[in-house]
């Protein structure tokens, strides 16, 4: 109680409610040897009178004690706050106490007696899961109210690179900058077209910015992260490596993973797309009516490959399963229009209007 | 929308007003607005009948409402127009003043626009011409008379009638017994109990379930749930809400897959409106159950159609297939036990509610209950989409309703059930289309793709289309899918090259047999399907191209070519014009020559080459260097 009453008004990253004071002492050890901040209480109705002051990002609990069990003040942690990670420590080392825990709210369970690793190990998940679900807000870029976030600070680099081009300043860059730069050098040669790394830069961070308003739109939802790249894809029209390695520091998702979707998927692209997109039906009801030697033809007029883009970067071919109105078979999209079983001069004559409305643009 | 639907009273109260609102306006122009008729520049059409309907002050009288599709695409746009009960179809802008002028001002008939059957009596009403008079459309029905964006059109036609039923009389384990005495088996292609799915999961310990509708229509070729979802999208969320109830969840998914933009969009829509009209959320009709649906794209995998591997892209992960023993009932989404249909299952449930089990036991077949939508395209003159009692036969649909083979063709084979399914030969026409039937003949019911070929159509290539397409398909975590679908692609490759060797046929017989017994998921297991069918049913197309390197109906490219006839060509030069690569040369009025090394063989210049010249052969086998002439100059 005494250490209770001292502590009032300090906030902290850990509370211990544990009976055992040997066990809260050592906790305490531990987690600041690491640089937490813990507060410590005996019992549960302490312990819940902390959580609520101080508001903790991780609560480490014991689940016999007197007055109150740990499970009672498992059960009302949410009440006090959501976002609280519980961990529970248990005496038994009984698998049923520890996955009865779980069930109700708990995110992992340690077992008595337990090393320090182990402690650390688990409580660093912890703090992890709740940056996930508290941490990356928003990136409000006129009043930035909460703690800026490393992504933040990376952000700000690229804006300082932007600057530093922009001024045609000249001097070193610092190690990060210099790796930022050499990302904008990637997506110049990438882009062809883009021969100033002025441009190039300014385009990451445009993409960038893009990333974090459909991030938000989302929630910062890991589960929602092949809609969020369907979003991107039609926004964007392909996806950059800078978006999706800035896509795997906003939602925590591995770049590893961030590929594995965009290569699985037909919808996404990681190649830049042409500003047209001619797409031949190749279902089956196309392919019994001659599609295939369609495909052909409108490969040798544009000469470009199924899949590929011309270096103007004007068309892009997509042979693709099914556009669905079998009616027309066989059928092409040339943007957002169709056309059924379209001859040579048709061809001529949509691709040569779709050139002529890029060159009025 | 603007009153809140929060009881039984309220929703009989709206759609009073509904139907009200409808009869306001005495003549209605109703045009589809699928996307088959898009394609075919609908939008555009509708919008010129707003345009001339209010040049001539008619707005007041007139109703121009969009809506989903006809099913009739073939003849795209199609127009009818009510209480006239006349169809126009291949409506273009520029008939637009026309028909105001005549048909609405005067009450005449625009007979060009009619339907003309083969006898040429021109037919003026939808449900006369042909393709709808045999088919039963009770799912499809609506799709022609509701503007899909609109709630009160969808509740003026009694919709969620049958959810109101429901929550107020009925309780959920009566709800669960109504669709498994209903003999109702998913549409999505397996064919299960789809009450028997509903039970286990209502049965499954877990207290958080979920239900899920499945629009992820990958088979190339089938678009009956894009039209059902586009059309008459609150057919399925008031399917997907007593299922809800029924099962005991309280969220529900519907997967769709991006690559439907307008589906997409109105299954969005409806969603909105359902909420905000208080159909959807908390206390659904005062009822007291809570229910929600968000929708989820589909980023475009064939195999994220499976059920398992739909769950894992909700979740946010690759689409791929797990085992099947652990059943989805129990171990579903997010691991909680979730119940998945398809589309169309899912619309057959408020049909079922409201027709009552004899009404809906009354059609179909012993095992098949109800109705079946087709998408019947390919060789067959009248592409469309058609609703068919479970039991028709083959040759009805092909014949009856598709009206045959374009140009007086032979029939080769039906194919049904996607890349999963089979090969049916013209001597299995009078098989009845029911889910057992199928499997039986080797094919199976699949999502209902039928696709017609004619005897311009090479069982060994189309073959090796769909086995292609598996073999792009397979997620590639297993290695049976993985590598056996790559062989069996590779050899067909080589057989349709002219490269088939004595031995493939067996290899490939050996490589089916792995792919059935040691794939993960239906798509490896169900992969031998065309591939057995077509070598059952069409050996000696197979040993045509492996033998003799000879490609019967000369599709293979590999093993015919193109020549021109100088005795009959006149050097119109239109092929000259018509051939993308140049390989066609030539002077006027001089037989034109073709160039052997440049013809990619897209058949352009026999296209259009005029029926009574008919100078461009197509010939077996490569091109024989004498055949070659030096240009003739004067």
Avoid at chain 1, 134 to 150: I, S
Avoid at chain 1, 295 to 301: E, N, R
Avoid at chain 2, 455 to 471: G, K, Q
């Amino acid at each position: 109680m005494v250490s209770f009453v001292q502590n009032l008004g300090s906030s902290a990253d850990v509370v211990v409610i544990d009976d055992e004071a040997s066990i809260r002492e050592g906790c305490r050890q531990a987690l600041e040897s690491e640089g937490y901040r813990a507060l410590l209480a005996d019992n549960g109705i302490d312990g819940l009178e902390m959580v609520k002051q101080v508001r903790p990002r991780v609560v480490l609990l014991d689940l016999r004690m007197p007055g109150i069990s740990g499970v009672e003040v498992l059960d009302r942690l949410p009440g006090i706050d959501p976002r609280i990670i519980p961990i529970v420590i248990t005496g038994y080392g009984s698998v049923d106490t520890a996955v009865n825990s779980m069930r109700r709210g708990a995110f992992d369970f340690i077992s008595k007696p337990f090393d320090v690793d182990a402690l650390l190990n688990t409580v660093g998940r912890a703090m992890k899961r709740y940056e996930e679900t508290v941490e990356p807000q928003p990136l409000a870029p006129k009043a930035p109210a909460r703690p800026a976030t490393e992504p933040d600070a990376i952000l700000k680099g690229l804006e300082a690179v932007g600057e530093f081009y922009q001024a045609g300043t000249q001097g070193s860059l610092s190690e990060t900058l210099c790796a930022l730069e050499s990302e904008a050098t990637y997506h110049a040669r990438k882009l062809g077209r883009i021969h100033e790394k002025k441009k190039a830069v300014g385009e990451l961070i445009e993409d960038v910015h893009l990333v974090d308003r459909v991030v938000e739109r989302h929630d910062f939802r890991k589960n929602a992260l092949i809609q969020i790249m369907l979003d991107l894809q039609s926004e964007k029209r392909w996806l950059p490596r800078h978006m999706l390695m800035w896509l795997s520091r906003r939602l925590n998702i591995p770049v590893a993973r961030i590929y594995e979707v965009a290569h699985f998927y037909e919808a996404f692209s990681l190649e830049p797309q042409g500003a047209h997109t001619v797409q031949v039906c190749l279902g089956t009801a196309c392919h019994v009516r001659r599609g295939p030697q369609l495909a052909d033809s409108i490969s040798s007029v544009l000469g470009v490959k199924p899949g590929g883009t011309d270096d103007k970067l004007q068309f892009t071919l997509k042979q693709v399963h099914c556009l669905g109105c079998c009616a027309l078979a066989p059928v092409i999209k040339v943007d957002e229009t169709y056309y059924g079983n379209p001859s040579l001069d048709d061809l001529k004559a949509i691709f040569a209007s779709c050139e002529k409305k890029e060159q009025e643009r | 929308m603007n009153t809140k639907i929060a009881t039984k009273s309220d929703l009989d109260r709206v759609r009073g007003e509904a139907r009200k609102a409808r009869t306001a306006k005495p003549v209605e122009i109703t045009v589809c607005s699928g996307t088959g008729c898009l394609a075919a520049k609908s939008g555009g059409l509708a919008a010129e009948f707003d345009r001339v309907v209010a040049l001539h002050d008619l707005q007041h009288r007139v109703e121009v409402r969009r809506t989903g599709c006809f099913g009739f695409c073939e003849r795209g746009p199609v127009v009818v127009i009510h209480p006239h009960n006349v169809c126009y179809l291949q409506v273009k802008e520029a008939d637009v003043e026309e028909i105001i002028a005549r048909t609405i001002v005067e009450g005449e008939t625009v007979t060009r626009l009619l339907y003309v059957d083969d006898k040429g009596r021109s037919i003026r009403a939808l449900e006369d011409i042909p393709f709808y008079a045999k088919q039963s459309r009770v799912l499809l029905d609506a799709n022609t008379k509701i503007d899909p964006t609109s709630l009160d059109d969808y509740i003026a036609q009694g919709g969620y009638g049958a959810l109101a039923r429901v929550l107020t009389s009925m309780k959920p384990e009566e709800v669960v017994d109504l669709v498994k005495k209903s003999g109702l088996r998913g549409r999505g292609g397996g064919g299960f109990p789809t009450g028997r799915k509903w039970e286990s999961t209502r049965n499954a310990a877990e207290k958080e379930k979920y239900v899920v509708v499945n629009a992820d229509e990958g088979d190339p070729g089938a678009y009956m749930d894009r039209s059902l979802l586009e059309g008459n999208p609150h057919s399925i969320l008031e399917g997907l809400i007593i299922g809800g109830y029924a099962i005991g969840a309280h969220q529900g998914y519907i997967y769709v897959r991006q690559e439907y933009p307008l589906a997409v969009t109105n299954a969005q829509l409806a969603i909105d409106s359902a909420r905000e009209a208080g159909l959807l959320g908390k206390n659904i009709l005062g009822t007291g159950f809570d229910f929600d649906v968000k929708v989820h794209r589909g980023a475009g995998a064939f195999v994220s159609g499976e059920s398992t591997a739909l769950m894992r892209a909700i979740e946010g992960f690759v689409g791929a297939p797990r085992p099947k023993y652990v059943h989805t009932s129990e171990f579903g989404l997010w691991n909680k036990p979730t119940t998945l249909n398809n589309v169309e299952t899912w619309a057959n449930v408020p049909l079922l509610v409201n027709l009552g089990l004899d009404q809906y036991r009354a059609v179909g077949t012993q095992g098949s209950k109800g109705t079946k939508i087709f998408s019947l395209v390919g060789k067959v003159c009248n592409t469309g989409l058609v609703e068919v009692p479970m039991g028709m036969t083959l040759r009805e649909i092909v014949y009856d309703i598709g009206g045959g083979i374009p140009k007086g063709k032979q029939l080769k084979a039906v194919q049904t059930g996607g890349p999963s399914g089979g090969f049916l030969p013209a001597s299995k026409l009078d098989l009845p289309v029911d889910f057992d039937a199928l499997t039986e003949a080797g094919s199976m019911m699949g999502s209902g793709g039928l696709i017609v070929m004619d005897e311009d159509t090479c069982i060994v290539d189309t073959t090796r289309y769909y086995v292609n397409f598996l073999a792009h398909e397979s997620c590639g975590q297993c290695v049976p899918c993985r590598e056996g679908l790559r062989q069996l692609s590779k050899i067909l490759d080589n057989i349709v090259a002219g490269h088939g060797k004595a031995g493939d046929i067996e290899m490939m017989e050996d490589l089916c047999e792995l792919l059935e017994g040691a794939s993960l998921c239906a798509l490896g297991q169900t992969a031998p399907n065309p591939v057995r069918s077509a070598l059952a049913h069409f050996r000696a197309e197979f040993d045509a191209h492996i033998l003799e390197h000879r490609c019967p109906s000369l599709v293979c490219k590999s093993l015919h070519h193109y020549a021109i006839d100088k005795d009959r060509c006149p050097g119109c030069m239109l092929c000259v014009s018509a051939c993308p690569t140049e390989a066609i040369s030539g002077v006027r009025k001089k037989p034109v020559v073709l160039d052997q090394a440049k013809c990619i063989k897209c058949g352009n210049c026999m296209d259009v080459c005029p029926p009574k010249v008919n100078a461009v052969l197509k010939l077996p086998g490569s091109p024989k260097p004498a055949t070659q002439q030096p240009v003739v100059t004067t």
